[in-house]
């Protein structure tokens, strides 16, 4: 069922994601070579409880605060103080909070350094990507709109490999949420898009391969199946009658984005 949020609740979701863009912007310039994943999500858990929040991943049994994930690995990185951040890596952040019981969610993904000409491409590209989701993301389209146009330019114009195993979703009175939001054409649920909707829309792009799995040994770390890099990004979002608002937006204004 989806559930469509009234002003007084997104006017509560937009402060959490607000919180939350404050917080990717004090983290970001941290991400350096030499940090370990346990550094940067304890990081993540002090700035949010320090601001009255909690870390929205502990309701889904996570370890961590923040999904950090390197490289091939597509989502759901298991912070650790083994895993250090090396010059060359691509890292997503993929961090939610949980504000006095409203949520945000969004994913960036961080160059370290001499990244490669091909992975800055692919960072580019998925940004692009989600940009173009949300643009689609409009009163009377269709969620496959946001799904088309995501893969038109990641698959279509590109070649990249676009996750299908997963895919955003609903968010704001809990984690995930109804619709299903796929990167890719469904023959899924097919809503129309409609004013009250929040959600996260968030583009998983591989290098080679759509195909993933289970990181061996891990029961949370998602990687490409041929070992190629993966890039994610996402932003929650809310859909008004006459425009939609990007809420994680790093530089919020207040003013959404207009459709």
Known sequence: MIRLKNDEQINKIRKSCHL???LFNEIIPKVKPGISTKEIDDWCID???????????????FPGCACISINNQVIHGVPSKKRFIQDGDIVSLDIGINLDGYISDSTHTVMVGNVKSEVRKLVEVTRESLMAGIQACKVGNRISDISNAVYDLCCNKNGYGVVYDYC?????LDVHEDPSIPNCPSRGPNPRIQAGMVLAIEPMINLGT???EI????DWTVVTCDG???CHEEHTVAVFPDHTEILTDLNYNGNGVTN
Request: hydrophobic share 25%; glycine share 18%.
């Open 210 to 212: 759509d195909e993933v």
């Open 47 to 61: 700035f949010t409880r320090k601001f009255g929040g909690k870390p929205a991943w502990y309701q889904e049994n």
């Open 228 to 230: 190629s890099w993966s």
């Open 20 to 22: 939350l863009a404050d």
């Open 168 to 172: 955003g979703h609903g968010v704001g």
């Open 215 to 218: 990181e061996e040994g891990s």
